[in-house]
């Protein structure tokens, strides 16, 4: 199912068409454990870009590891249905209960490198998220809320504010990519 969904991806730049065959490659080199954080080299993970109903905002957590404002998401641990994924981790992590995928096509995929880190007292070795990134709807008046042992703060950021926010460089150009893609899918829906 995993291999099905990246290979039937239709990459909308460079950089997706390069990760998504190294995606690929991780697939084939590491076939037991990709899908779990046992693997330290590189394993999946899903990212959300969660957008309110006009599409005009998108809602953010600081993360506390990070030190910046990001989407939410998290790794797959064993659970090849990523879009499940994502879904369950924007739950946990901003207590939005009520959203719904605007498709459940994958949005957007990206290699991301994670700087060694402690988390619950434990190191984490440098590796590499191979995240799948899908688009979900949420309306603004429901209740956020944070969770603490991973971010300090939820809130909903007007588009290019949400970018601006990130003090991470790396992901201010995977959130323009997301953005761009967002106002391509606002032009198909005039049409």
């Known amino acids: 199912m995993l291999r099905e969904i990246i290979e039937g991806y239709a990459p ?8 998504r065959r190294m995606m690929l490659a991780y697939l084939d080199l590491f076939p037991g454990d990709i899908l779990t954080r046992a693997n330290e080299i590189a394993h999946f993970s899903a990212s959300a870009w969660v ?5 005009d905002r998108v809602l953010m957590l600081y993360h506390n590891i990070y030190k910046s404002w990001a989407w939410p998401g998290g790794h ?3 659970e090849e249905d990523l879009l499940g994924v994502a879904l369950r981790e924007v739950r946990e992590e901003t207590g939005i209960e009520r959203l719904r995928p605007v498709t459940e096509q994958l949005y957007s995929l990206e ?4 700087n060694a880190h402690i988390k619950r007292g434990k190191y984490v070795v440098p590796h590499l998220h191979l995240n799948l990134t899908y688009l979900l709807e949420a309306d603004e008046s429901q209740n956020i809320r944070s969770k603490p042992d991973e971010n300090s703060a939820v809130r ?3 588009l290019d504010e949400a970018v601006e926010a990130s003090t991470e460089p790396e992901m201010r150009v995977v959130y323009r990519k997301l ?5 391509a899918l606002k032009g198909d829906d005039r049409r």
């Open 12 to 19: 909308d730049c460079e950089q997706e068409v390069q990760d």
């Open 51 to 55: 957008v309110n109903p006009a599409r």
């Open 76 to 78: 797959a641990d064993g």
């Open 111 to 114: 290699i991301l490198t994670v």
């Open 156 to 158: 909903w950021f007007a």
């Open 179 to 183: 953005n761009e893609k967002l106002a």
